[in-house]
C-alpha cells in the first residue's frame, strides 16, 4: 500500500520545547517537502530536499531543521526559536520539482 | 514566494451549478497544477497542464491555461456538496526549483 504518512495527526507542545514531526514515504520518490499551513491560508515552504543528505530552506526556515538521511523519511523538528509555531504541517513527496506532489495527511501542531 | 494568486478567494454555490476559479501567475512555467484540499486533510492532485497546451478535462474538471495572460481557470461543472474543499493552483518556475501554491480559492456547494 503507497503512500506519504505524517505522525502524530495532533501534537501539543508546551513553549520552550522542540518537537519532532515524523513523515515517511514508500513512493521510492526522490524529493520531500515540509509546508507550513495557517488558518484560511496556503502553503508556504519550510524546507525541502531533493536527494538523500542534502536539502536546502524554503521561504520559513528560521525556526526550523531536518535531516534527510534515508530516503523514506524527513522529519521535520520545530525548534523553539520558532515563536508562533502552531498551525498544520504537511509534508510531500514527488519524483521531480515540477511533477505531481503527493502529500501526507498533515499534523496539526499546537502550542500550549 | 507566491507566484500563483486564486481568485476569487472564496465562493459559495447551488449543487448542480458551475463553479469557476482562476489562478494567475507572474513569471514563465513549464506546467501548472491544481489541488483540492478538504478541511483538515493533505492536498490531493487533481490536474497538470502543461505551457504548450491550452485546456485539458478529467471527468467533471475543465481546466485552461492562457500563457500569454498567465492565468488558468479551473471548472467544476454540475457541482456536488462533495465537492466542497479549497483549491489550489501551484506553478513551477526556475529550473529545480519546487512548486509554489497560492492561498486557494474556498468553495462550498449547498445542497
Known amino acids: 500500500d503507497g503512500g506519504i504518512t505524517q505522525s502524530p495527526k495532533y501534537l501539543f507542545r508546551k513553549e520552550g520545547q522542540n518537537v519532532t514531526l515524523s513523515c515517511e514515504q514508500n513512493?521510492?520518490?526522490?524529493?520531500m517537502y515540509w509546508y507550513r499551513q495557517d488558518p484560511g491560508q496556503g502553503l508556504r515552504l519550510i524546507y525541502y530536499s531533493q536527494i538523500v543528505n542534502d536539502f536546502q530552506k524554503g521561504d520559513i526556515a528560521e525556526g526550523y531543521s531536518v535531516s534527510r538521511e534515508k530516503k523514506e523519511s524527513f522529519p521535520l523538528t520545530v525548534t523553539s526559536a520558532q515563536k508562533n509555531p502552531t498551525a498544520f504541517y504537511l509534508c510531500a513527496s514527488t519524483t521531480g520539482p515540477s511533477d505531481t506532489q503527493y502529500f501526507g495527511p498533515g499534523t496539526r501542531l499546537t502550542v500550549l | 514566494s507566491q507566484q500563483g494568486e486564486e481568485d476569487p478567494q472564496a465562493l459559495s454555490i447551488q449543487e448542480g451549478e458551475n463553479a469557476t476559479m482562476n489562478c494567475s501567475y507572474k513569471?514563465?512555467?513549464?506546467?501548472l497544477q491544481w489541488y483540492r484540499q478538504n478541511s483538515g486533510r493533505g492536498l490531493v492532485h487533481l490536474i497538470l497542464i502543461r505551457s504548450n497546451e491550452r485546456e485539458k478535462h478529467s471527468g467533471r474538471l475543465r481546466v485552461t491555461l492562457d500563457t500569454s495572460k498567465k492565468s488558468s481557470s479551473l471548472l467544476i461543472t454540475a457541482s456536488r456538496a462533495a465537492d466542497t474543499a479549497s483549491y489550489f493552483c501551484a506553478t513551477d518556475g526556475k529550473r529545480n526549483t519546487p512548486l509554489v501554491f497560492g492561498k486557494g480559492t474556498r468553495l462550498s456547494v449547498i445542497a
Open positions: 513569471t514563465s512555467i513549464n506546467n
Open positions: 513512493l521510492n520518490h526522490d524529493a
